[in-house]
């Protein structure tokens, strides 16, 4: 059973950073693309970043140069390395993969920007 694990959320201060993980079981994931998507309260849930089994990232415009989405296949482990957070960054951030045309999500960890 593929199951999807985030950790790393936290509270944080306006220009702090935190790293976020999603550990992945049940399958083979080094062919998979991975994704991280977020939703605040009241909003819709955006995509963040996308990375490729080769490695290929892309990033919604407002955290482009501030996230850095990575994949460790070794570990089935993908990470996004979040710096200079803003208040707008405040939401449960979520794992997702696309495993055999089912899509599967993780539970979601929380990450608040306030000072």
């Known amino acids: 059973q593929v199951q999807l694990v985030e950790s790393g959320g936290g509270l944080v201060q306006p220009g702090g950073s935190l790293r976020l993980s999603c550990a992945a079981s049940?399958?083979?994931?080094?062919?998979?693309?991975m994704r991280w998507y977020r939703q605040a309260p009241g909003k819709q849930r955006e995509l963040v970043a996308t990375?490729?089994?080769?490695?290929?990232?892309t990033y919604v415009d407002s955290v482009k140069g501030r996230f850095t989405i990575s994949r460790d296949n070794a570990r089935n482990t993908i990470y996004l390395q979040m710096n200079s957070l803003e208040p707008e960054d405040t939401a449960v951030y979520y794992c997702h993969a696309r495993v055999r045309l089912t899509a599967y999500w993780g539970q979601g960890t929380q990450v608040t920007v306030s000072s």
């Open positions: 049940g399958s083979n994931f080094n062919g998979v693309i």
């Open positions: 990375i490729s089994s080769g490695g290929s990232t």
